[in-house]
């Protein structure tokens, strides 16, 4: 939309600015006194915002086809996947919770090479995702330094606190953070307490191929809490009516996001607000704009059984999470107990 709008402005002054020019060169053409340095940056300056205006119409052109203004993508990962990008799943943790992300690698999330063959083969990049310090440079930062540069599996987002009431700018980051580094068909939200059915995922992600403004999750309402003293407090709760009652919006576990709603959001990144909680502010983005709201069962908090996205183990006192003995084909090498920390 902030394209659209800088595209009408230039549009406005194209008749001036085109005038301009030719009058400066015919100046300069028929030999009277030399353009002064003020002239020369005027001509400068038009033929930079011609060119600009230029690039524009073709975004334009292309964002009828796409559904949204399409940003400059950056293309797919540094290594060019052969396969195009099918979905970029981004795994929420924080520090402190590297058993989370060790339990996660051990499971279902491909480490190394295999990592490399997802993405050339089945086109899904996986990545943890985590903010910075607000004391930047300290021993969280560092001990998330070092375990990337062992495993190679991170989103750091420079700009991004890593806080609890952070959370749902987080997610807003990483999906512009998402959009512009990997050109994928969908972008996924997880948590980093959850075990992903990658085979289910992909061939459902598949089928939705057709729909360009697609918004898929466990849909769900729920209670607006106005107490400051309750743990899920909205300081927002009186926008949401009498009722008290949250919009229809996909459970935070998982859910996805079809490309041109994440174009959307990185678009409109300065404009979208955030409520206290993520799956909530996530919700709220999409209201008013035409998209399909895709209330998917399988991606409902449930035991394992064939077919089901994810899974939800509840963690014990002692954080120690049980695995069952069949969790899936795409399950591999799991230990019967899996140390995963309580959210």
């Known amino acids: ?40 940056l005027k001509i400068i300056t038009c033929r930079e915002q011609q060119k600009k205006l230029s690039a524009l119409e073709m975004e334009l052109a292309a964002a009828k086809q796409e559904g949204f203004v399409p940003k400059h993508l950056s293309g797919n990962d540094e290594k060019h996947p052969t396969k195009k ?120 992600l598949t089928s939705h191929l057709d729909k360009p403004r697609v918004y898929i999750g466990c849909m769900k309402s729920g209670e607006v809490f106005s107490e400051p003293t309750n743990k899920w407090y909205e300081p927002d709760w009186w926008k949401f009516g009498d009722g008290k009652s949250y919009f229809r919006h996909a459970s935070g576990d998982v859910y996805v996001i079809s490309k041109a709603l994440a174009q959307f959001i990185s678009i409109n990144r300065f404009i979208l607000r955030t409520y206290a909680h993520d799956d909530i502010s996530t919700g709220s983005w999409f209201i008013g704009l035409d998209v399909m709201h895709v209330d998917e069962r399988k991606f409902c908090c449930s035991s394992w059984s064939t077919g089901n996205i994810w899974i939800f183990f509840p963690g014990t006192s002692t954080g120690i999470w049980l695995m069952p003995e069949v969790v899936g084909s795409n399950f591999r090498e799991i230990p019967q107990k899996a140390i995963i920390e309580d959210t």
């Open 1 to 40: 939309m902030a394209t659209i709008y800088v595209a009408g402005r230039l549009w406005q002054d194209a008749e001036s600015r085109v005038y301009l020019i030719e009058e400066l060169e015919k100046r300069a053409g028929q030999g009277q006194s030399a353009i002064s340095v003020d002239d020369t």
């Open 85 to 204: 990008t099918l979905s970029v799943i981004g795994i929420m943790t924080t520090f402190g919770r590297q058993k989370n992300r060790d339990a996660i690698r051990k499971a279902w999330m491909p480490t190394g090479t295999t990592m490399k063959k997802l993405a050339d083969q089945k086109g899904i990049i996986v990545r943890f995702v985590i903010g910075r310090s607000a004391n930047r440079g300290d021993n969280l930062d560092k001990e998330i330094e070092t375990e990337s540069s062992q495993t190679n599996d991170f989103i750091v987002l420079d700009n991004q606190v890593e806080a609890p009431e952070e959370r749902a700018k987080k997610i807003k980051s990483f999906f512009i953070h998402a959009v512009d580094n990997w050109d994928a068909e969908f972008y996924a939200k997880v948590n980093d307490d959850v075990y992903v059915n990658l085979d289910a995922l992909g061939g459902l």
